[in-house]
């Protein structure tokens, strides 16, 4: 393991925070190219003379909107983050700030939760809220938006819902941005025992599917596929959709960056899901739980996971 993934989480947040920034190399290779340039494209199009309003749901740590900063997705927003968790929003903070210090941004801060960064030729106004988006109004915070984000988000929730209330947040024609939304597939090899890897991997599967949230379905592992259907029935319409899937591999017989990391708390994830199961013997599955471990501490251990990107707008 690098450093990053050698860190000991102190506890059940820091591991899923570390897990977040570790996520963020993997979801950069994943993205669909194809699907960002055309929201550059719409972005351009339609908001080259103000700031676009920008909405990220599930924001977790703030890596998206470093990524939007980074990759230049526009010059100038008015972003308003969202977060149920208050931890990963205070992480975020942090982590906005260093990141906006290393990248050569004057860095302003109207309040504990509004950072303004600046640079020749960019400006962004960041509001950080620590909220569960379904009870999030529009009128909280201001008027409706030109764009919302969802990244790695709406696998986790009840997605008609969800998509009912992002499409009542946006302006008419407004755009979302949704990507890497699961899509049914995961894969490990090097295979250990290709009827128990299938059964593990259907039964984690399953446990995403029964998900109950405050009482309430949420979560899908086909969201992917189920996306198209979804905003069709909002009257949504997809300008372009690609793969976005996470492939983590070890490069020159090393996992980079804090992939290791990601790979144990997948691991660990899947276990913690599976690990009452009646459906498992639990014996062979505490050993097939080692032997995934083992594999990644000898840089074998390719994880896949099948996720889909959509960009598109609102009825007008
Ligand atoms: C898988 S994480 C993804 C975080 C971030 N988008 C990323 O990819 O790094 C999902 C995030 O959604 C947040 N979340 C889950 N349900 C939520 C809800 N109902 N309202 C707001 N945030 C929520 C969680 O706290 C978590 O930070």
């Known amino acids: 393991m690098n450093s990053l993934g050698a860190m000991r989480a102190t506890s059940e947040n820091d591991a899923f925070q570390i897990y977040l920034a570790a996520k963020k190399t993997v979801d950069d290779r994943a993205l669909n190219r194809l699907v960002w340039e055309r929201l550059k494209q719409m972005l351009a199009d339609e908001h080259a003379d103000q700031a676009a309003s920008v909405l990220e749901i599930g924001t977790g740590i703030g890596t998206m909107i470093e990524r939007i900063m980074e990759w230049e997705l526009l010059p100038a927003a008015k972003i308003t983050a969202l977060d149920s968790s208050y931890t990963n929003i205070a992480q975020a903070n942090r982590r906005l700030r260093s990141w906006a210090n290393d990248h050569g941004f004057e860095?302003?801060?109207?309040?504990?939760?509004?950072?303004?960064?600046?640079?020749?030729?960019a400006h962004f106004n960041i509001q950080l809220n620590t909220v569960d988006f379904?009870?999030?109004?529009?009128?909280?915070?201001g008027p409706l938006w030109d764009l919302v984000v969802a990244h790695a988000f709406l696998d986790l929730v009840d997605l008609s819902s969800a998509i009912g209330h992002i499409f009542s947040l946006l302006k008419p024609g407004g755009l979302f941005y949704f990507t890497l939304n699961f899509d049914g597939l995961s894969i490990f090899e090097p295979a250990i025992d290709p009827l128990f890897d299938s059964l593990v991997l259907?039964?984690?599967h399953e446990s995403m599917d029964q998900r109950i949230v405050k009482?309430?379905?949420?979560?899908?592992?086909?969201?992917g596929r189920h996306l198209f259907e979804t905003l069709h029935s909002y009257g949504g319409e997809i300008a372009e959709v690609g793969?976005?899937?996470?492939?983590?591999?070890p490069q020159k017989g090393k996992y980079v960056h804090a992939e290791a990391y990601f790979l144990h708390f997948t691991i660990t994830t899947i276990e913690k899901q599976?690990?009452?199961?009646?459906?498992?013997?639990?014996?062979?599955?505490?050993?097939?739980?080692?032997?995934?471990?083992?594999?990644i501490e000898q840089h074998e251990l390719v994880y896949i996971a099948h996720q889909l990107d959509f960009v598109g707008r609102t009825p007008a």
């Open 243 to 249: 793969a976005s899937d996470w492939v983590i591999y």
């Open 134 to 141: 379904f009870a999030f109004q529009s009128d909280q915070i």
């Open 274 to 295: 599976l690990s009452h199961s009646s459906a498992l013997d639990q014996d062979i599955f505490a050993t097939w739980i080692a032997k995934r471990r083992a594999q």
């Open 202 to 204: 259907d039964l984690y």
């Open 107 to 121: 860095i302003g801060q109207e309040t504990n939760d509004r950072l303004i960064f600046t640079k020749t030729g």
């Open 215 to 223: 009482g309430s379905p949420s979560g899908d592992s086909k969201t």
